[in-house]
Every structure is written in C-alpha cells, then in structure tokens.
C-alpha cells in the first residue's frame, strides 16, 4: 500500500511541476494512489480467505474419512 501512495503521489507531484497546476494533480494522484492500494489489499485478503477455506475444507475431509 505504501508503494502505491508514493508512486502516486511523485506522479501528481512531477505532473505538477511540468504542467504548473500545483497541488491539484498531487492530490488526485495521491488519491489513486490510496484507492490501488486498499484495492490490493482487499484481493490479498480475499485470496487469503479463499486458500484457508480450501486448506480447512481439507482438514475437516481428512478427519472424517
């Protein structure tokens, strides 16, 4: 998440300087940035979530055979 917020945010800071439009594209940018990054968290969490089902899924199959 942290990597994201800070691409963002040099991309927004960097688009500021070059287009002099300073600090409304650090904001947007800023704001994708944090939007990417819960977004990845929230497929690792899911992703997570799914492989712990299956692994207690199999667990409970070993025990009852």
Same mark, same amino acid.
Request: charged fraction near 20%; include cysteine; glycine fraction near 10%.
């Given at each position: 998440?942290?990597?994201?917020?800070?691409?963002? @945010?040099?991309?927004?800071?960097?688009?500021?300087?070059?287009?002099?439009?300073?600090?409304? @594209?650090?904001?947007? $940018? @800023?704001? $994708? %940035?944090?939007?990417? %990054? $819960?977004?990845?968290? $929230?497929? @690792?969490?899911?992703?997570?979530?799914?492989?712990?089902?299956?692994?207690?899924?199999?667990?409970? %199959?070993?025990?009852? %055979?």
């Amino acid at each position: 998440m942290v990597a994201s917020c800070m691409i963002g @945010l040099a991309m927004g800071y960097y688009l500021d300087q070059w287009l002099d439009t300073s600090p409304w @594209l650090t904001m947007i $940018f @800023l704001c $994708f %940035g944090v939007a990417s %990054g $819960f977004r990845n968290i $929230f497929i @690792l969490t899911a992703r997570e979530l799914r492989r712990q089902e299956r692994e207690q899924q199999r667990n409970n %199959g070993d025990e009852s %055979g």
